[in-house]
């Protein structure tokens, strides 16, 4: 049975930092691409960070990027997501994604069950 777990949430004022973990059981991991995504409430599920298989690439969505770093320990079966300088419209469940190309045409995917993030003075 696959399992994604994350934790690390949290409530922080703006400017704080927090740091998302997620920890993955039932796949090999180092086959799988790992993102992070967030969804606030009213809105769509947005893609905040992904890393490739080895870390060798890392793509940021704009809102993020030079504010949050995501890692894996593919020892650990862990990925993660460092958070600074958070603001208001950081808040939002995030979600750990796990996903492996089997063709072109699919793909094996997982979530976690989301942690929540809340932004707040």
């Known amino acids: 049975q696959v399992q994604l777990v994350e934790s690390g949430g949290g409530s922080v004022q703006p400017g704080g930092s927090l740091r998302l973990s997620c920890t993955v059981s039932?796949?090999?991991?180092?086959?799988?691409?790992m993102s992070w995504y967030r969804q606030a409430p009213g809105k769509e599920r947005d893609l905040v960070a992904s890393i490739s298989t080895d870390a060798g690439s890392r793509k940021y969505a704009d809102s993020v990027k030079g504010r949050f770093t995501i890692s894996r320990d593919n020892d650990k079966n862990a990925v993660y997501l460092q958070m600074t300088g958070l603001k208001p419209e950081d808040a939002a469940v995030y979600y750990c994604?796990?996903?492996?190309?089997?063709?072109?045409?699919?793909?094996?995917?997982?979530w976690g069950q989301g942690a929540q993030v809340t932004v707040s003075s």
């Open positions: 994604n796990a996903r492996f190309a089997l063709s072109i045409w699919t793909s094996d995917i997982y």
């Open positions: 039932g796949l090999t991991f180092d086959w799988y691409d």
